[in-house]
């Protein structure tokens, strides 16, 4: 199962476009990359996910590089709104079995 | 509201106590999860479900058992509760690559 690693917290401003990188040296060939966000007392919400190249949605860019051996998830001109944890995971659901595994996330606070 | 509900948000309860708590999902999931989410808010897989059939049991104590009685809801019961068990548990269900979590029930073991 892949292990990621990424920052255990970030500070960040209104405003500001925020980039978190997440390492995951050995990531399967079938593996998703996924990023979730967790705001105090709910559950993670889905926020992206991609394969490799970009990947773009109303909310964030996630770019994976070649290798696919990280990933950077880009919060444009975040807001106070956006303070939350996030969790980079890789892994998938081959064969119905569970391979997401949750790590410790980072935490971004963004302040006025 | 499509979502994934799970009740109840919070329970109090005495060391030795049997407790339940329910999920139920309305998006036509055929696979569901428990999690419990730790003081250090790590996230570990603790059961699976698809269609009303366990998948996946982690290694959980045979004190937790959960229940399926269709593929919309998974209940998890805990017997003769811990210590150790406080945590928020989260209910999930899943399409394709993308799981869609419940709120969380906070359960505190006194």
């Known amino acids: 199962l892949a292990k990621t690693t990424q920052p255990i917290s970030m500070d960040s401003y209104e405003g500001q476009e925020v980039n978190i990188t997440c390492s995951h040296n050995?990531?399967?060939?079938?593996?998703?990359i996924t990023w979730y966000q967790q705001f105090p007392s709910q559950g993670p919400r889905f926020i992206i996910q991609?394969?490799?190249t970009k990947v773009t949605n109303e909310v964030a860019s996630l770019f994976i590089p070649a290798d696919r051996k990280s990933s950077t998830l880009s919060l444009p001109r975040v807001s106070l709104s956006d303070t939350a944890v996030y969790y980079c995971?890789?892994?998938?659901?081959?064969?119905?079995?569970?391979?997401?595994?949750f790590g410790a996330g980072t935490r971004l606070a963004v302040h006025p | 509201d499509t979502a994934v509900s799970q009740t109840p948000k919070y329970l109090v309860t005495q060391m030795g106590n049997d407790k339940s708590i329910k999920c139920e999902q309305n998006?036509?999931?055929?696979?569901m999860y428990w999690y419990k989410q730790d003081s250090k808010k790590f996230l570990k897989i603790m059961f699976s479900?698809?269609?009303?059939?366990?998948?996946i049991n982690e290694t959980v104590p045979n004190r937790f058992s959960p229940k399926s009685p269709d593929k919309a809801h998974l209940n998890l019961h805990i017997n003769s509760l811990e210590l150790g068990d406080s945590a928020v548990y989260f209910c999930?269900?899943?399409?394709?690559?993308?799981?869609?979590f419940g709120s969380g029930t906070q359960l505190s073991v006194l």
């Open positions: 999930a269900s899943r399409q394709d690559e993308k799981l869609f």
């Open positions: 998006l036509g999931h055929d696979t």
């Open positions: 479900y698809n269609n009303k059939e366990l998948i």
């Open positions: 991609g394969y490799k």
């Open positions: 995971l890789v892994g998938g659901f081959s064969g119905g079995y569970n391979k997401l595994i």
């Open positions: 050995n990531i399967a060939t079938n593996d998703y």
